[in-house]
């Protein structure tokens, strides 16, 4: 389901494009969550993850704008690791992975650069020093 962004001040080289998979919906929803609380997003506060078919993978997506961070994030508490994949600018990309780093202990898992963007797979854990 695709909706329109609802942060109409979005400037171009600011969207990141948020892949989460190859987890429960609970641990994508605290993803989604603490990056909402820094950026606006094209889903909206109480858009919960729900997975699709039990049998089946579901990759849950969302899109932020990381042109300004209007908030912190309390530090959820995940129940497994979990990986995911951002695709922006480098800048845009990059404050995004740092903005994480303040929630969550990340790990660059790989990396594709290209001209103007950059896909990076990220492994979230707890951090020890939130509990």
Do not use: C, K
Not at 39 to 52: I, K, L, N, Q
Not at 76 to 93: E, F, I
Not at 112 to 130: F, I, K, V, Y
């Amino acid at each position: 389901m695709t909706e329109t962004p609802t942060n109409d001040a979005q400037q171009p080289g600011t969207q990141v494009l948020v892949e989460v998979s190859g987890t429960d919906e609970r641990d994508a929803q605290a993803v989604f969550e603490a990056l909402r609380a820094s950026f606006a997003s094209d889903r909206r506060p109480g858009d919960v993850p729900h997975e699709a078919a039990p049998d089946h993978p579901t990759v849950w997506a969302a899109t932020f704008d990381v042109g300004a961070i209007s908030g912190t994030a309390r530090p959820p508490r995940l129940t497994a690791p979990v990986t995911l994949d951002v695709q922006g600018g480098y800048h845009a990309v990059d404050r995004l992975r740092t903005t994480l780093a303040s929630t969550f202990r990340v790990r660059v898992v790989g990396t594709a650069s290209g001209d103007q963007e950059n896909e990076m797979q990220l492994r979230l854990e707890n951090r020890p020093d939130h509990g």
